[in-house]
Each structure stands twice: as structure tokens, then as C-alpha cells.
């Protein structure tokens, strides 16, 4: 079976480990960049998560890699470090999710 696990920052690592994600933590980009390579050549993975950030800084050889391969599947995650002083976070996260299934949920403290 095929796992999803994601790549992404101490920051945010937590996070994604307590939903119950595989989460390989990278501290910079070269780190990332050698983990992302470690994952594209791991049998298990099926789906490869990366914060955006490392996206944007990985080598033409590795994007060629992700490319050229059916699996794993490399997405990147849109996770903002900073938001916007006028924007809170549930309004950041209400925009994540109306892009992702099309439509508004409330989010509302328990």
C-alpha cells in the first residue's frame, strides 16, 4: 500500500503529524531537495506533499525527476507562513477550502 507523506518545515510539521500524515521534516532547501529525491525513489510513497516554499527553489534534474515519474505524485502545498496583517487564519484556511472542494464552511471555535 501506498503512503501519502508530506515534506515540509518544523513549523508546520506538528500539524500535519497530529492529522495523522507521514511527515518528513526538512530544515532548509538542500535538505529538502535531498529528502525530496530520497522519496521519489522510495517504493511506498504514492503521493509526495511539499511545502511550497521547497517547490519553488528545486533543481531542473529533480523537476525532470517528478515529471518523468507516474508515482509517487508530487503536489505542493500552499501553506503560508505569514498571513496578511488584515487576514486571520480562519479566513486564510475558508480560502484554502473553498478552492479545494468549490465551495464556503464556517469555522467556528468549539
Known amino acids: 500500500m501506498y503512503k501519502l507523506i508530506v515534506l ?3 513549523d ?3 500539524g ?3 492529522a495523522g500524515v507521514d511527515v518528513v521534516t526538512a530544515y532548509d532547501d538542500d535538505d529538502a531537495r535531498k529528502k525530496l529525491n530520497g522519496l521519489l525513489d522510495d517504493d511506498t510513497s504514492g503521493i509526495v506533499a511539499v511545502n511550497q516554499a521547497f517547490m519553488t ?3 531542473e534534474r529533480t523537476q525532470q525527476k517528478i ?3 507516474y508515482r509517487p505524485i508530487v503536489i505542493s502545498l500552499p501553506i503560508q507562513e505569514r498571513l496578511h496583517e488584515e ?6 484556511l475558508s480560502r484554502l477550502i473553498r ?3 468549490g ?4 469555522l467556528r471555535r468549539g
Open 16 to 18: 500535519f503529524g497530529l
Open 87 to 92: 487576514e486571520d487564519h480562519r479566513a486564510y
Open 67 to 69: 515529471n518523468q515519474t
Open 8 to 10: 515540509t518545515d518544523p
Open 57 to 59: 527553489d528545486i533543481d
Open 99 to 101: 478552492r479545494a472542494i
Open 103 to 106: 465551495f464556503d464552511i464556517t
Open 12 to 14: 508546520t510539521a506538528d
